[in-house]
């Protein structure tokens, strides 16, 4: 066991170690608006993520789409991508997970003991975003801007700083909304492995504090249908097999688009959206549509 794991011997009470912080109460929501439902999405407006960057997950309560995003945390990226190449994560179970917030796996353990044999890995919180970039925004609140890189939500600092740093680029960070992708760790920042959580619904306190890799871009319905406990009871739902897109033969490989934040809809939908919400909008507010066949 490495010594990132030696505080869970030292308590008597089991704990997890790679884990998302615990649970703290959230503000009530509010009631939904009422929305008038958006024309349907035109050709231009979709994209085909890369198949490289697309993680299949196979659970036995369906499949769970996600695209991971190298743009905002690329270590962490290449090693989920190099243990699902490997097959890794084939048959782990989720073994805790807790409604209204998050599914945590990737245990070969599965009881957040564990890990792989690769190293652990920085903690990529923020990352640098320069103007090469794709952002599309969402709402800019003069020192801070809103948005979406891919299905990704993402706040940065304002792009009028960037002028003033050295890289001519600002700090941005992924935001926890619903789908998204987060790896899990202990009380050090630097200790991320292999166990990762996906979000069942938002929780904005884990922003800058979890490196955020990914989203869950079809099937969260399956992520919020996965059996709940803190640590969950037997019998545990699992992941029967977790493949890179591109590693599925081509004549079974599923045929995905997802809608492409630059598009007209995307940006239409932005506007509807936030007169909608008015002044409780946040980017968790805007679905991603996407086509799985």
């Known amino acids: 066991m490495r010594s990132v794991l030696l505080a869970a011997a030292i308590t008597a009470v089991a704990v997890t170690a790679f884990a998302a912080p615990k649970k703290a109460p959230l503000p009530a929501a509010a009631a939904p608006a009422k929305t008038i439902d958006p024309a349907a999405p035109g050709p231009a407006d979709w994209r085909r993520p890369d198949p490289d960057d697309v993680l ?13 995003l190298p743009e905002v945390a690329p270590k ?47 903690g990529e919180f923020t990352f640098r975003r320069g103007s090469d970039l794709p952002f599309v925004m969402a709402a800019d609140q003069t020192v801070a801007e809103v948005g ?20 001519q680029k600002v700090t941005a960070w992924g935001l926890y909304c619903q789908g998204v992708m987060g790896m899990a760790r202990d009380s050090t920042p630097d200790s991320a492995n292999s166990q990762f959580f996906l979000m069942r619904y938002p929780y904005p306190s884990l922003d800058k504090n979890y490196t955020a890799w990914g989203r869950v871009i079809a099937g969260l319905e399956v992520v919020r249908d996965i059996k709940v406990g803190e640590p969950v009871a037997d019998p545990q739902d699992r992941m029967d097999h977790v493949r890179l897109l591109a590693d599925i033969p081509e004549a079974s490989r599923p045929k995905i688009r997802v809608i492409d934040p630059k598009g007209p809809w995307f940006r239409a939908e932005i506007v509807r959206v936030r007169a909608a919400k008015g002044a409780d909008f946040t980017a968790c507010d805007i679905d991603i549509p996407s086509e799985v066949k």
Request: charged share 20%.
């Open 76 to 122: 962490h990226v290449a090693q989920v991508r190099a243990l699902a190449h490997e097959g890794f994560y084939d048959g782990l179970r989720f073994f805790r997970v807790i409604d209204k917030f998050m599914d945590q796996t990737g245990d070969p353990q599965n009881n957040g003991q564990g890990g792989s044999s690769k190293p652990n890995l920085p």
């Open 148 to 167: 979406f890189i891919k299905s990704l939500p993402v706040m940065s600092q304002s792009m009028m700083l960037a002028a003033m740093t050295r890289d």
């Open 56 to 68: 299949v997950i196979d659970t036995n309560k369906g499949r769970i789409v996600v695209e991971m």
